[in-house]
């Protein structure tokens, strides 16, 4: 991981599956084209469904983390995640970098990314279950181990926005905290 203290403003996305991550991130892309974001590298087939990602083979993968082609990187679900090392000069630029995460690696980021902002997308348990379900690509005791994941307790500093109401609050909510995260810079 690069340590990097840009001035820029690094904004990661994160909560459980169904809280509606991908759909705010698309929104947040509309309603902002200056901001960046930036597409997960993932080992997973392009055509796996879910979010658009940059799809590698382990072996590229492995090749590319050796170079230093990647700002950070973790394991999730049996699959590698990273963000590719260009969001470097976007923060550097003083940009806003927006980025879909994982609880999980947060730490680490944070280590070498001290203008982190997490963002914690969450929804009622019944409503990530529906969401879920609608999906159609889990069985039952697929989204149960889901929702039980979905309890974590958000990391310290991280902003929780409940994704229960319209695109619009959620989305509003998700700006608000950025343009207060600026300010506070």
């Given at each position: 991981m690069?340590?990097?203290r840009?001035?820029?403003?690094?904004v990661a996305i994160v909560g459980p599956s169904g809280a509606g991550k991908d759909t705010l991130i698309d929104a947040l892309a509309q309603a902002r084209p200056d901001f960046h974001f930036a597409q997960r590298i993932i080992t997973r087939a392009a055509d796996a469904g879910g979010e658009v990602h940059e799809a590698v083979s382990d072996a590229l993968f492995e090749a590319q983390l050796a170079m230093g082609r990647y700002a950070f990187h973790w394991q999730?679900?049996?699959l590698r995640y990273a963000i590719s090392a260009n969001i470097d000069q976007h923060l550097a630029a003083g940009r806003?970098?927006?980025?879909?995460?994982?609880?999980?690696?947060?730490?680490?980021?944070?280590?070498?990314?001290?203008?982190?902002?997490?963002?914690?997308?969450?929804?009622?348990?019944?409503?990530?279950?529906?969401?879920?379900?609608?999906?159609?690509r889990e069985n039952a005791s697929d989204i149960a181990a889901r929702l039980q994941r979905a309890e974590l307790t958000p990391p310290e500093g991280a902003t929780v926005i409940i994704?229960?109401?319209?695109?619009?609050?959620?989305?509003?909510?998700?700006?608000?905290?950025?343009?207060?995260?600026?300010?506070?810079?």
């Open positions: 690069s340590a990097h840009g001035r820029g403003l690094l999730a679900h049996g806003v970098v927006v980025f879909n995460g994982s609880r999980k690696a947060l730490p680490e980021i944070a280590k070498a990314y001290p203008q982190l902002l997490v963002l914690v997308i969450t929804a009622p348990a019944d409503v990530l279950a529906a969401r879920l379900a609608a999906r159609g994704n229960d109401g319209t695109l619009a609050a959620a989305l509003a909510q998700i700006e608000a905290s950025i343009t207060r995260a600026m300010q506070n810079a």
